[in-house]
């Protein structure tokens, strides 16, 4: 159970940058920290705000530009491509790229085993 700290009970070690990336997700355009807060929760100081914004970009996962006085962000790609990028950033970190491969694999359901063959050339 959570304990509350003020206005907002604490979150869970990545729970706001997935809250911070579905905003982003789900947005027309790219936004400013502070339209970022308005929708994630007002409770949150914009600092953290611009700390969840800098690591996401350092992870590779918004890119900003400068719009006056203010940065704004938006993702790279679209949640599927966040999903893949994951997937190759997990399989770049291991020595040993067939054996990981063939256990991912092996694991599939016999319907996502399927579509993948489909997918295949």
């Known amino acids: 159970m959570r ?3 003020g206005a907002a009970a604490r979150r869970a070690s ?3 940058e997935a809250a911070v990336l579905a905003v982003l997700q789900g947005a027309a355009g790219a ?6 807060r308005e929708h994630v929760g007002s409770g949150l100081a914009y600092t953290t705000i611009v700390t ?5 970009r350092g992870k590779g996962l918004l890119r900003r530009h400068k719009d006056g006085r203010v940065y704004r962000y938006a993702p790279v790609a679209d949640q599927p491509g966040l999903a893949a990028r994951r997937m190759t950033q997990v399989l770049d970190g291991e020595p040993d790229r067939e054996a990981v491969l063939s256990r991912f694999v092996s694991g599939l359901s016999g319907q996502d085993e399927e579509l993948l063959r489909r997918m295949l050339p």
Request: glycine share 6%; aromatic share 0%; charged share 30%.
């Open 14 to 16: 990545g729970e706001l």
């Open 52 to 56: 969840i914004l800098s690591r996401l």
């Open 31 to 36: 936004l400013s920290p502070a339209e970022v």
């Open 3 to 5: 304990e509350d700290s």
